[in-house]
Nanobody, 124 residues
Framework: QVHVVESGGGLVQAGGSLKLSCAAS????????MGWFRQAPGKERGFVAA????????SYADSVKGRFTISRDNAKNTVYLQLNSLKPEDTAVYSC?????????????????WGQGTQVTVSS
């Protein structure tokens, strides 16, 4: 089992930046791929980014490529999401999740443990 806790969300102006953190505990962190998902009002939860167990592989949604960066520090049991050049359409609740799968999975069903989510709001 893995306990996942996100932090770093907030209100920012369009074009600004945020850095989200996701701290995990309970089992060996390096045994899990980690992913970020987001859900906007009235929309289904969608994939944002993922990173493999040792950080060697990453996946990004087309809508965030070139703007967001996922990384992990296994010594700190933490995964990060750097959000740059933010747009109003990035507004959503961002959730972190852990997966026992190999690689960097893109679908929610591949993830086993989920955090509570953190709100990101981008004003125009």
């Amino acid at each position: 089992q893995v306990h996942v806790v996100e932090s770093g969300g907030g209100l920012v102006q369009a074009g600004g930046s945020l850095k989200l953190s996701c701290a995990a505990s309970g089992r060996t962190f390096s045994n899990y791929a980690m992913g970020w998902f987001r859900q906007a009002p009235g929309k289904e939860r969608g994939f944002v980014a993922a990173v493999s167990r040792r950080g060697g592989a990453t996946s990004y949604a087309d809508s965030v490529k070139g703007r967001f960066t996922i990384s992990r520090d296994n010594a700190k049991n933490t995964v990060y999401l750097q959000l740059n050049s933010l747009k109003p359409e990035d507004t959503a609740v961002y959730s972190c999740a852990a997966s026992v799968r190999v690689g960097a999975p893109l679908i929610p069903a591949s993830y086993d443990y989920w955090g509570q989510g953190t709100q990101v709001t981008v004003s125009s």
